[in-house]
């Protein structure tokens, strides 16, 4: 959601969207382990930081059991080790031909790696 000109993670939504498939099952989640980057900017690292503190405290609250998975371990996982920042996107259109979020070039990649770190949680 946007506050100001920033974007936040709307926990609320997010809680929303998660709670239906809590019952009744046992399920765990995967959240990539993210860190700073070099010659990222002071508010870009809050806001990223921020949105990975409210993911960590939905699932909490839920008591989902988290794995952090970091990216080399996904994309091993996923045959992208070495590949260009956007080979993800590749790979699920061709897995998912009719997802069409997948067209669009920033969100499709967002999208795509999300897919590919959930799949790494499939055994």
């Not at 959601?1 to 765990?28: C, D, H, Q, T």
């Not at 949105?51 to 992208?80: D, H, N, Y």
């Not at 790979?91 to 967002?110: N, T, V, Y």
Request: glycine content about 10%; hydrophobic content about 45%; overall charge positive.
């Amino acid at each position: 959601m946007k506050i100001g000109s920033a974007n936040r993670v709307n926990a609320s939504a997010l809680a929303a969207f998660i709670r239906p498939s809590i019952y009744g099952e046992e399920i765990k989640a995967y959240v990539e382990l993210v860190s700073s980057m070099p010659g990222q900017g002071v508010a870009s690292m809050f806001s990223f930081g921020h949105s990975a503190g409210v993911v960590q405290g939905v699932l909490g609250a839920f008591e989902i059991p988290v794995s952090m998975v970091t990216p080399s371990q996904w994309k091993k996982r996923a045959g992208l080790v070495g590949q260009d920042k956007d080979a993800s996107r590749t790979l699920a259109r061709q897995m998912w031909p009719f997802w069409r979020e997948l067209d669009k070039k920033g969100a499709g990649q967002a999208y795509a790696d999300a897919a590919f770190i959930a799949f790494y949680g499939v055994e």
